[in-house]
């Protein structure tokens, strides 16, 4: 029986009739590893067939064990929010069908679909966020981090893997074909890894209270929904790599996204109330140091869109003011 292809299952997907719980319409969105599906109460997510240098969702068999790991995970901030998994099948006429007998050729991550106008984003552009609100957050991050146990990094580890990954960042927005400014990206690398070399004894400190721990990965405010308990989503699941992260790095990097959106003071409070409630109070200098790794970071995350022949001059523009952003980090 021949298997659909992924335009088909987008499709089948896109269509209010192909869902157990009735819905008026089904909206439909794309992001660089996913379709994501959202009827009238639910979010339903399929990912893309795609093999990269850090993820591999290929085949059915990956794609279904990632789809558990990105439900398991994100239950750690969003309990109510991660419903569970369901394949997407064939039946005996080889019609598609979502969760019910057959074949299963495909697996989805279900969600309660969470509104929209209460995500931290469209808050900040609704100027309807407010004090209590970014407390809230701070305070939700604060218990969860107290409650992941340190991994085990040595502080030359935690070191190397920095150091490495600015090399990265600058290798790959360095190349030509971007067109980005060179000089800015030498000098804010050149700062970074100088920071390195000049003052490790802040990233032994890191190491030694405890505080690199398996995080969130992804910690923008689209993926924060400002309900009375607040609840944060779509956490960095297929690479625990990328999720091993100082505590205060994610902060900064929150707190860069939300200066980038315009509300500075959004991401500052979120971050006061993570000291006040922890007694972490690094120095101003080691946030410095993240926000602006950061920023390269999403600078590189930026280009790497281009693999899929995407708007060439929306990314490398992109990618260009966060290396301005990363310049003026003061």
């Given amino acids: 029986m021949r298997i659909p292809g992924i335009k088909e299952k987008v499709t089948f997907l896109s269509q209010p009739e192909s869902y157990p719980a009735p819905t008026r319409t089904v909206e439909t969105k794309e992001t660089h590893m ?21 993820l591999d969702f290929s085949d059915p068999e990956a794609r279904r064990r990632n789809c558990e ?3 398991q995970l994100n239950r750690r901030l969003a309990p109510e929010t991660y419903l569970g998994i369901a394949p997407l099948i064939l039946d005996q006429q080889g019609k598609m069908r979502l969760g019910s007998a057959g074949e299963a050729i495909d697996w989805l991550v279900v969600m309660r679909r969470l509104p929209a106008d209460r995500m931290l ?4 552009a609704d100027q309807t966020v407010c004090e209590a609100d970014a407390r809230k957050v701070g305070s939700r991050l604060a218990r969860f981090y107290k409650q ?4 085990a990094i040595t502080a030359s580890e935690y070191q190397q893997r920095l150091a490495a990954d600015v090399r990265a960042n600058r290798q790959e927005l360095a190349k030509p ?5 060179t000089d800015l990206l030498e000098s804010i690398t050149n700062a970074q890894l100088n920071f390195l070399d000049r003052e490790p004894e802040l990233f032994d400190a890191r190491v030694r209270a405890g505080k690199i721990i398996e995080a969130h990965g992804d910690l923008r405010p689209e993926h924060i929904c400002l309900e009375s ?3 944060i989503i779509d956490c960095l699941e297929f690479n625990q790599d990328f999720r091993i992260l100082d505590s205060v790095s994610e902060l900064a990097f929150l707190a860069l996204e939300c200066e980038r959106l315009g509300a500075r003071w959004v991401g500052d409070l979120i971050l006061e109330t993570y000291r006040d409630e922890t007694g972490d ?4 200098r080691l946030l410095v140091f993240y926000k602006s790794y950061h920023a390269c970071l999403r600078a590189k995350i930026a280009v790497w869109h281009l693999q899929d022949h995407e708007d060439w001059a929306k990314w490398t523009d992109k990618a260009r003011r966060y290396l301005r952003l990363a310049g003026s980090i003061v």
């Avoid at 109460?41 to 067939?49: D, E, M, V, Y």
């Avoid at 984003?121 to 900040?124: C, F, K, M, N, P």
């Avoid at 109070?281 to 101003?284: C, F, H, L, V, W």
């Fill in 34 to 54: 996913s379709w994501v599906f959202l009827t009238d109460t639910q979010a339903w997510k399929l990912k893309k067939p795609v093999r990269l240098d850090y």
């Fill in 69 to 71: 790991q990105e439900a």
């Fill in 121 to 124: 984003d469209q808050a900040i």
């Fill in 148 to 151: 992941a146990q340190p991994i």
């Fill in 177 to 181: 074909e971007y067109a980005l400014p």
């Fill in 229 to 231: 308990e607040p609840v």
């Fill in 281 to 284: 109070r690094p120095p101003r």
